[in-house]
């Protein structure tokens, strides 16, 4: 493989074209956008009727006077690139220590290891979350080939010839509308069909609660009056969240038993017996995944995207693409989810089908309910073969990593076995919860790389949930962006923006605003994620630490340092610190250690001199990483792209 072949394989167009070039903006016919119009988050706009080329994107950020110039090879940047070169070996090398037979804590987590197939090391396979889906690779990969050979036969089978339409029903937009209608039908067809197939198989009879709670909320979205059906989706939705922690799934038998308490005296006895018999009957189907309530929460967010898409387009008279004359077939992303869909959409099939879309079903990403009607009308230009087969290859390297990981470093099996902290180095203790946060980055980006592969084999190009590797994150509101970012956008788009975005009001009143929602947010992204108060804490804690990060952001802005831009990126090098430290600390109490376990680290890490030495190096360490950080980003930028992440 060549170096041009590597450096493609891992370009940014892989991952998602919408971070280079499938979001330039839409504007009307004559229409042009100056500078001062452009949004530097989106590549550039179609400029004289042509399509920009990676030439004019990056003859464009040349021009602009924030962009610096390169600091690859300066003598500063080669320091850095020494103190991150001996420092990332040693990582490793602390971690894998611990990690040996030799090691004292050793017997107190090997029963937590399982036979492993690398070098004749066991593997850390503890991860409950982590193991489920570990352990069904082979069959989910039967699953990825199965699915799209079963559409294209039925598309084969059906009755409309795709192509043939396309081919007789063409505009100057591309497939005309009649075609697309057409298209949309039978892919919905396909997939409400393959939905009800694949929710059997997954949960069993339980799946006829899922379609109850789906039933329902699509009521409340076409008998509502508009006024009211905001309100009712969160509560109705919320409540379901909290009902199914609390009914733990309603089982059968208790539905059952409840049932038969309303039976007269006399026959409660009888009636007991017979609702045990056929509860337990029913509950004896479970399906593949019978706790059926776990996986449910991702299903809330399509749910609630259903009806507020559905309630904001009740306003939308007259913004369909064809009115706003936009090529329909080619709709920048932004347009996919803003612009309405038709009325007629909002039909019971297409919710059932963009519900439980079957790549998507379990873990995302996320999808709106417009978008997903859009790319069923009009394949997206983004998906392409070659780009599928390098994404595919993408994931097989990162789940080749996640196997060295698990194989070397026992970092898992270690924290869920009480460890004696006392007994671990101060930078044995740090990198014990440095690389189960990475494990818990790679066991997520698995999982949502699969699926998302899965979704582009079949003709839909979701977003691409992890945008950086975690450890290539400074800002704490950055890393929340790129961090499951479907689930973020997603956000923005349902919670943050209709409680006022970034406040509506000028100066200190706005930044408090923008901290109160964000707090808003993060309540919810904890409630959401799982009912428990270490998560309540780790949602409050990230709103905790964004606050210097905007307090810093408010007292040094960067328009006032346009002189002194070398003492502004080191004065940010510090701030980075701080930040990856507190962002450390507040996910390791959410999804690794707790709070008590935190505690432990902290006091191992700094409770001695050569804790405080180490600490003062870490930071040395983090500084050098940081700016390095900063570089790349000024990189991204010099060759069109900006991430705001």
Same mark, same amino acid.
């Given at each position: 493989?060549?170096?041009? =072949?590597?450096?493609?394989?891992?370009?940014?167009?892989?991952?998602d074209t919408r971070f280079t070039k499938s979001s330039w903006a839409q504007s009307a016919p004559?229409?042009?956008?100056?500078?001062?119009?452009?949004?530097?988050?989106? @590549?550039?706009?179609?400029?004289?009727?042509?399509? @920009?080329?990676?030439?004019?994107?990056?003859?464009?950020?040349?021009?602009?006077?924030?962009?610096?110039?390169?600091?690859?090879?300066? &003598?500063? !940047?080669?320091?850095?690139?020494?103190?991150?070169?001996?420092?990332?070996?040693?990582?490793?090398?602390?971690?894998?220590?611990?990690?040996?037979?030799?090691? $004292?804590?050793?017997?107190?987590?090997?029963?937590?290891? /399982?036979?492993?197939?690398?070098?004749?090391?066991?593997?850390?396979?503890?991860?409950?979350?982590?193991?489920?889906?570990?352990?069904?690779?082979p069959s989910m990969f039967l699953l990825l080939a199965f699915h799209p050979i079963i559409r294209?036969?039925?598309?084969?089978?059906?009755?409309?010839?795709?192509?043939?339409?396309?081919?007789?029903?063409?505009?100057?937009?591309?497939?005309?509308?009649?075609? %697309?209608?057409?298209?949309?039908?039978?892919?919905?067809?396909?997939?409400?069909?393959?939905?009800?197939?694949?929710?059997?198989?997954?949960?069993?009879?339980?799946?006829?609660?899922?379609?109850?709670?789906?039933?329902?909320?699509?009521?409340?979205?076409?008998?509502?009056?508009?006024?009211?059906?905001?309100?009712?989706?969160?509560?109705?939705? #919320?409540?379901?969240?909290?009902?199914?922690?609390?009914?733990?799934?309603?089982?059968?038998?208790?539905?059952?038993?409840?049932?038969?308490?309303?039976?007269?005296?006399?026959?409660? $006895?009888?009636?007991?017996?017979?609702?045990?018999?056929?509860?337990?009957?029913?509950?004896?189907? /479970?399906?593949?995944?019978?706790?059926?309530? #776990?996986?449910?929460?991702?299903?809330?967010?399509?749910? #609630?995207?259903?009806?507020?898409?559905?309630?904001?387009?009740?306003?939308? #008279?007259?913004?369909?693409?064809? =009115?706003?004359?936009?090529?329909?077939?080619?709709?920048?992303?932004?347009?996919?989810?803003?612009? $309405? %869909?038709?009325?007629?959409?909002?039909?019971?099939?297409?919710?059932?089908?963009?519900?439980?879309?079957?790549?998507?079903?379990?873990?995302?990403?996320?999808?709106?309910?417009?978008?997903?009607?859009?790319?069923?009308?009009?394949? $997206?230009?983004?998906?392409?073969?070659?780009?599928?087969?390098?994404?595919?290859?993408?994931?097989?390297?990162? &789940?080749?990593?996640?196997?060295?990981?698990?194989?070397?470093?026992?970092?898992?099996?270690?924290?869920?076995s009480q460890p004696t902290w006392e007994i671990y180095t101060p930078f044995q203790l740090s990198?014990?919860? !440095?690389?189960?946060?990475?494990?818990?980055?790679?066991? &997520?980006?698995?999982?949502?790389?699969?699926?998302?592969?899965? %979704?582009?084999?079949?003709?839909?190009?979701? @977003?691409?949930?992890?945008?950086?590797?975690?450890?290539?994150?400074?800002?704490?509101?950055?890393?929340?962006?790129?961090?499951?970012?479907?689930?973020?956008?997603?956000?923005?788009?349902?919670?943050?923006?209709?409680?006022?975005?970034? *406040?509506?009001?000028?100066?200190?009143?706005?930044?408090?605003?923008?901290?109160?929602?964000?707090?808003?947010?993060?309540?919810?992204?904890?409630?959401?994620?799982?009912?428990?108060?270490?998560?309540?804490?780790?949602?409050?804690?990230?709103?905790?630490?964004?606050?210097?990060?905007?307090?810093?952001?408010?007292?040094?802005?960067?328009?006032?340092?346009?002189?002194?831009?070398?003492?502004?990126?080191?004065?940010?090098?510090?701030?980075?610190?701080?930040?990856?430290?507190?962002?450390?600390?507040?996910?390791?109490? *959410?999804?690794?250690?707790?709070?008590?376990?935190?505690? *432990? &680290?902290?006091?191992?890490?700094?409770?001695? !001199?050569?804790?405080?030495?180490?600490?003062? %190096?870490?930071?040395?360490?983090?500084?050098?990483?940081?700016?390095?950080?900063? =570089?790349?980003?000024?990189?991204?930028?010099?060759?069109?792209?900006?991430?705001?992440?």
């Open positions: 493989m060549t170096f041009l =072949e590597v450096k493609r394989l891992f370009s940014k167009d892989v991952l004559g229409a042009s956008a100056t500078p001062a119009q452009i949004d530097p988050a989106k @590549p550039l706009p179609v400029l004289d009727g042509q399509n @920009p080329t990676s030439r004019s994107r990056l003859a464009y950020w040349k021009g602009r006077n924030d962009i610096e110039p390169s600091r690859w090879v300066t &003598l500063e !940047y080669a320091a850095y690139y020494t103190i991150v070169g001996i420092a990332v070996p040693l990582m490793f090398k602390s971690a894998y220590d611990v990690s040996l037979p030799s090691h $004292p804590s050793y017997s107190k987590y090997e029963h937590r290891l /399982s036979s492993g197939w690398i070098l004749g090391r066991k593997v850390d396979n503890s991860d409950q979350q982590y193991s489920g889906f570990r352990d069904n690779i294209r036969t039925y598309e084969y089978m059906s009755s409309i010839n795709h192509k043939a339409s396309s081919s007789s029903h063409k505009t100057s937009h591309g497939p005309s509308a009649l075609s %697309a209608d057409a298209r949309l039908k039978q892919r919905v067809r396909f997939d409400a069909g393959f939905a009800c197939v694949y929710l059997l198989a997954l949960h069993g009879t339980s799946a006829f609660k899922v379609v109850a709670i789906l039933y329902i909320n699509f009521s409340l979205a076409k008998w509502l009056p508009k006024p009211y059906l905001p309100l009712a989706t969160w509560v109705f939705n #919320i409540g379901v969240l909290f009902a199914n922690e609390w009914g733990r799934g309603y089982p059968y038998e208790e539905i059952a038993r409840f049932l038969s308490s309303w039976s007269p005296a006399s026959a409660i $006895p009888a009636s007991e017996k017979a609702a045990q018999n056929w509860g337990t009957y029913l509950d004896s189907y /479970s399906g593949l995944q019978p706790r059926w309530e #776990i996986l449910f929460n991702i299903t809330v967010l399509r749910l #609630i995207s259903f009806d507020l898409d559905y309630c904001w387009s009740l306003d939308r #008279i007259g913004g369909s693409a064809l =009115e706003k004359q936009l090529d329909p077939s080619d709709l920048s992303e932004r347009d996919r989810v803003d612009l $309405p %869909a038709k009325s007629e959409d909002y039909s019971f099939r297409n919710y059932f089908a963009y519900v439980l879309y079957s790549p998507l079903y379990l873990t995302g990403p996320i999808l709106t309910f417009n978008e997903y009607i859009s790319q069923q009308r009009y394949t $997206p230009k983004s998906i392409s073969r070659d780009r599928t087969i390098l994404y595919g290859i993408r994931f097989l390297i990162s &789940l080749l990593t996640m196997e060295v990981m698990l194989h070397f470093l026992y970092v898992v099996a270690i924290s869920k990198m014990l919860g !440095y690389f189960n946060l990475h494990i818990i980055w790679l066991k &997520l980006l698995l999982p949502w790389r699969f699926f998302r592969l899965w %979704a582009l084999l079949d003709g839909i190009d979701p @977003p691409e949930n992890m945008v950086r590797c975690m450890s290539d994150n400074y800002s704490a509101l950055a890393f929340w962006r790129g961090w499951h970012r479907s689930f973020n956008r997603w956000i923005v788009r349902y919670i943050y923006i209709p409680l006022g975005g970034s *406040g509506t009001s000028p100066g200190s009143w706005g930044k408090a605003q923008s901290v109160f929602n964000m707090l808003i947010v993060f309540t919810f992204v904890a409630l959401w994620h799982d009912i428990q108060l270490k998560l309540l804490i780790w949602g409050w804690l990230i709103t905790l630490f964004v606050l210097p990060e905007v307090l810093a952001g408010y007292l040094f802005p960067k328009a006032q340092w346009h002189q002194h831009k070398d003492v502004y990126r080191l004065i940010c090098g510090i701030g980075a610190v701080g930040n990856i430290l507190m962002m450390m600390a507040a996910n390791l109490v *959410g999804f690794a250690v707790g709070l008590d376990g935190l505690t *432990g &680290l902290v006091r191992g890490i700094v409770g001695s !001199y050569s804790g405080l030495v180490f600490l003062t %190096a870490a930071c040395v360490a983090l500084f050098s990483a940081a700016q390095i950080m900063f =570089e790349l980003r000024e990189h991204e930028l010099r060759h069109g792209i900006k991430l705001k992440c």
